[in-house]
């Protein structure tokens, strides 16, 4: 029989994956000579399936930064596969271990075969560490789909499958918050993903009645409760982190709405250079956060991604000899080496009450969640010029607006003018897609408003010539044409010029004038620029930052 003949595409492919392979052999090759001139046992780790348990003893970030991976675990004895064997990790893994009452045997693997059995954590169990919770979880990329087709389904799991594999959809797509919403008919199922909610799956509601109980147990909520709203916890741990899943039960037409909101716990790993800040906007909070003393506001709607931004802040301040403590509703992501205070209503702390009380432990750096009226607004201020930095977000919706909204409060001029080092707007911009962009060109009527957004930006931080994309949707993105987000930023020093409208009791637009006088890009510039960088499309642009 004739071989069918391939096409060019598929002979590169083919070419690809012998290319792979001889550098996968070569590695090999490698680890094994390695091996014998160290006199270390060597494993290939290639084709060998890795036990489950044994992960289980290891969080994937220590695998990762001890470049080592448990692959097989009997009674007390662990095999454990290294790639360095002079990796300082490693040794405190190794210590970790044994502190367990383990029996560790080390072994030379490769790279490539670490790297591949590392994608093995992607389908460890998830197990929810509620003492009432029964739930486990699966988390694989096929869940998505998996959870889709129920909609098609005749008979469902049984209840705690059913809410695992809901969960563990959410975790594949990156979701922020899970919608579970009872309508007349059916159970409605939207998660949000990069700021955006999409319909997900449809469900029976009888369905509905049992994921409610379920939810219910697992966060420790009265079940006889239904028309009083309620919040509650679950924790899920999985082989990379533990996940906290924030409940909000809320009484609706159908019965209880439920929204889950998902939090990482173990913390937000962005740095401040990696906030997608212009080198003049780092520039100049860099050295704003550098200063012994001061007050540092980011605004914008709640979902902008001000957290992250104080948090990365957070990250750049923590060096060591300095204390640092915060005040949250809730405390959302843990830093190892600061202080974190959560806000506790029932018990009458709020914002207000718990700043005064922690300028009393000694802090250098102070982060207020959010500044909501005079009180806290005043403590927060007059901290400032008394030798603390102090981080914290307002609700206004550009850089400028903060200032009038801070006034409005009651902070007097003569306090507010000598605090405030900088402020800053953001907002969150979807990516488009990297795998399946592509350059277009936008028509004469859209060409010429980005045109007139940019006319006052400074040459020097424009590209020499415009180009943006958008993207159609693929595999990578499931369709949508965009996967993650990055901020779109307006920040601006609050310098003599800036100082002397506080006084004056200047405008929000005034403010702003003088703000872009000095330099300040607009949101709506920054985003129009990470456009033309192939960041993100000019739909977003418009959607995100239009006022």
């Not at 003393?293 to 979902?303: E, K, Q, S, V």
Request: hydrophobic share 40%; charged share 25%; proline share 4%.
């Amino acid at each position: 029989m004739q071989e069918k003949i391939k096409t060019p595409e598929e002979k590169a492919e083919k070419i690809k994956e012998v290319f792979k392979e001889l550098n996968r052999k070569f590695q090999e090759d490698e680890a094994t000579r390695v091996a014998q001139s160290m006199q270390l046992p060597y494993f290939d780790l290639r084709n060998f399936p890795i036990d489950e348990q044994a992960l289980l003893t290891v969080p994937e970030p220590k695998a990762k930064m001890a470049a080592a991976i448990p692959f097989y675990k009997e009674k007390k004895i662990i095999k454990l596969g290294f790639v360095d064997p002079s990796n300082k990790d490693l040794r405190s893994l190794v210590t970790d271990l044994q502190k367990q009452g383990l029996k560790v045997e080390q072994y030379l693997v490769s790279q490539s075969a670490f790297e591949g059995a590392l994608k093995q954590y992607n389908r460890i169990l998830v197990a929810p560490v509620r003492h009432n919770s029964e739930i486990e979880i699966r988390r694989d990329k096929d869940s998505l789909e998996k959870l889709k087709n129920l909609s098609k389904a005749r008979d469902l799991p049984e209840t705690t499958e059913l809410l695992a594999t809901i969960i563990s959809a959410a975790l594949a797509a990156n979701s922020s918050d899970i919608h579970l919403e009872p309508e007349k008919e059916h159970l409605r199922i939207r998660f949000r993903v990069d700021g955006v909610l999409q319909d997900t799956a449809q469900l029976p509601l009888d369905a509905y009645a049992h994921l409610l109980s379920r939810i219910k147990l697992a966060a420790n909520l009265k079940l006889n409760v239904t028309t009083m709203p309620q919040d509650g916890r679950i924790t899920v741990v999985t082989a990379q982190k533990p996940i906290d899943l924030r409940v909000s039960l809320l009484p609706s037409a159908y019965g209880e709405s439920i929204v889950i909101r998902v939090l990482g716990t173990e913390g937000v790993t962005v740095d401040i250079e990696q906030l997608g800040l212009s080198v003049r906007d780092l520039e100049i909070l860099q050295g704003e956060l550098d200063k012994p003393n001061g007050m540092i506001l980011t605004t914008g709607p709640t979902g902008s991604g001000k957290t992250t931004t104080l948090y990365a802040f957070l990250r750049y301040l923590n060096r060591g000899g300095v204390k640092i403590i915060t005040l949250e509703d809730p405390v959302e992501y843990k830093i190892e080496g600061i202080t974190q205070t959560p806000i506790d209503y029932g018990a009458h702390m709020d914002f207000a009450k718990g700043l005064r009380s922690i300028l009393r432990q000694d802090p250098d750096i102070v982060m207020v969640g959010e500044i909501r009226d005079f009180e806290t607004a005043e403590t927060a201020a007059s901290a400032s010029l008394t030798g603390h930095v102090v981080l914290s977000t307002l609700h206004t919706n550009n850089a400028a607006g903060a200032i009038p909204r801070l006034m409005d409060l009651g902070v007097k001029a003569v306090t507010l003018a000598p605090a405030l080092n900088a402020l800053i707007a953001q907002r969150l911009v979807r990516k488009i897609c990297q795998e399946c962009k592509k350059i277009y060109k936008p028509d004469h009527t859209e060409l010429s408003r980005v045109q007139l957004v940019l006319a006052n930006v400074p040459k020097n931080r424009l590209p020499k010539h415009l180009a943006f994309y958008h993207s159609a949707g693929c595999k990578a993105c499931h369709g949508l044409g965009y996967k993650g987000r990055i901020g779109v930023f307006e920040v601006f020093a609050v310098d003599g010029s800036i100082e002397k409208l506080i006084y004056e009791g200047a405008s929000t637009r005034d403010i702003k004038k003088s703000a872009t006088a000095a330099g300040m890009t607009t949101m709506q510039q920054d985003a129009i620029l990470k456009a033309a960088q192939g960041l993100t499309d000019l739909a977003e642009v418009w959607r995100v930052t239009e006022e």
